[in-house]
């Protein structure tokens, strides 16, 4: 949906999840534990990530790189979303990719897609957009990405690590997934992409953000 949006405003798409999934899959690859702060923050450092524009037409968003290797789809595997949030939840590993963030939210407009994007990284930015859908409802939409990547999934185990990563999410000191008191909720349930698109853009328009 926000790439959709993004397109339909001539703006960047930014989903900073991909950021620290890329830095969850160099952390596997490298036998860092995902409880081990120091090292994933020295990682957060100098990781060689890139996120450019797709080049391939199989369902992506973005390409997202590591060096020059696409690790794309590497990034959503199930073993990065069981990992993932608890890599995200370390303080020092958000503080050494907090400027990246708003320097890259800042450059434009920009549709930012991400957990703490309204309340930590991007307070200021003109719309505020909380989107919601059912676990049952994600969990199908997880599970039809991973099929099209070619990636074998269990509906049941990618529901379960949905309703894991929100527990963290939710729960951690650092930027806990929280809505921030001047979002607007969006249900999606039942509604197609373009449905939700044109809501956003009607509520672009009434901050007077409409191109």
């Known amino acids: ?11 960047l798409f930014l989903d900073t999840g991909v950021i620290y ?4 899959l160099a952390a596997l690859e490298q036998d860092i534990a995902v ?19 797709p080049t391939v037409s ?9 060096d020059e290797r696409d690790v794309t789809w590497a990034t959503r595997a199930p073993e990065v979303d069981r990992s993932v949030s608890a890599v995200s939840a370390h303080p020092e590993v958000r503080a050494a990719l907090l400027d990246l963030q708003r320097e890259l939210g800042r450059s434009g407009r920009v549709v930012m897609v ?19 859908a059912s676990v049952d409802e994600r969990a199908r939409r997880r599970a039809r990405d991973l ?25 951690r000191s650092a930027a806990p997934m929280t809505r921030a008191t001047d979002a607007i909720v969006v249900v999606t349930d039942g509604l197609s992409i373009d449905e939700v ?9 009434g901050v007077g953000r409409a191109v």
């Open 58 to 66: 199989d369902g992506r968003q973005c390409d997202v790189w590591l």
């Open 21 to 24: 999934r890329a830095l969850t």
């Open 114 to 132: 991400g957990r703490d994007i309204g309340t930590v990284v991007m307070p200021d930015a003109d719309l505020k957009i909380w989107l919601e």
């Open 147 to 171: 099929e099209r990547a070619g990636k074998p999934h269990d509906v049941d185990q990618v529901r379960a690590d949905l309703l894991a990563r929100d527990r963290i999410d939710a729960g």
């Open 197 to 205: 698109v044109e809501r956003i853009l009607d509520l672009l328009a």
């Open 1 to 11: 949906m926000a790439s959709r949006l993004a397109s339909r405003i001539d703006a």
């Open 35 to 53: 409880d081990d702060a120091a090292s994933l923050a020295h990682l957060a450092a100098s990781l060689p990530l890139r996120v450019t524009p």
